[in-house]
């Protein structure tokens, strides 16, 4: 079936550092790809998406690449501020029905 | 200004009783879907429904129920059959496209002692 893998986390960075945060996935067919962010307490909000192979999306300031060859959507932003802290979801989308998603990723910001 | 409503966002319940978690959308959208999220950890999804009058089991539908009578409206009643009802649940509504994104509510914390 399909799946979604993020790393784990949390991943811990100091302000203005390069983020990566890595997400695979398995599916069947060509899928639609998802990252959304979720703030403490609040619900997941849509950060970026790329509907086909070598769609690029990006959101304030953050990135990431649908590489159909690695089955891969990488999260990436250049520098990072303390407001980015949150956790961070992959998913995906396949039909109609429902979307698959990762476990989340908690990203925590330093000054 | 189009979104999802959720309410109330805090809810507090005694064991054995049913409660029901209001969720409502303007944006038109067919499909609505209810997750559960228990601390520091990812979703799991409870039942959706495609469009009015039908819908299917999620992943850990067993305590709970729904219903939807109106595009707009979709509530979860958790039941006392819920062994471990206390979560922080989340409502959300998309277009029937497979490239449509999920759009969220700001959830309910229901916490049953």
């Known amino acids: 079936g399909n799946s979604v893998t993020q790393m784990e986390g949390p991943v811990t960075l100091s302000e203005e ?12 067919g060509y899928p639609s790809l998802f990252w959304y962010v979720q703030y403490p307490g609040e619900g997941l909000q849509l950060l970026l998406k790329a509907t086909k192979a070598d769609d690029k999306g990006s ?22 501020q303390v407001s980015d802290s949150a956790v961070y979801f992959c998913a995906l989308s396949e039909s109609t029905d429902k979307l698959i998603f990762g476990t989340g990723t908690r990203l925590q910001v330093f000054p | 200004d189009g979104g999802i409503t959720q309410s109330p966002k805090y809810l507090f319940r005694k064991e054995g009783q049913n409660v029901t978690l209001s969720c409502e959308q303007n944006l038109n ?18 039942y959706y ?10 992943d850990i539908a067993e305590g709970y129920s729904v219903s939807r009578e109106k595009k707009e409206s979709f509530p979860l009643t958790v039941t006392s059959a819920q ?30 002692t």
């Open chain 1, 17 to 28: 550092a390069f983020l990566t945060i890595n997400c695979t996935y398995t599916a069947t």
């Open chain 1, 59 to 80: 959101n304030k300031g953050f990135e990431a690449t649908y590489r159909k060859e690695t089955t891969s959507f990488h999260l990436e932003k250049g520098s990072v």
């Open chain 2, 83 to 112: 062994k471990n009802p206390t979560a922080f649940y989340l409502c959300a509504s998309r277009y029937r496209d497979r490239n449509s994104p999920l759009h969220f509510g700001n959830g309910t914390r229901l916490t049953v």
């Open chain 2, 29 to 46: 959208h067919d499909a609505m879907y209810w997750y559960r999220q228990d601390p520091g950890q990812g979703l799991r999804l409870i």
């Open chain 2, 49 to 58: 429904s495609q469009i009015v009058n039908d819908f299917q089991k999620g």
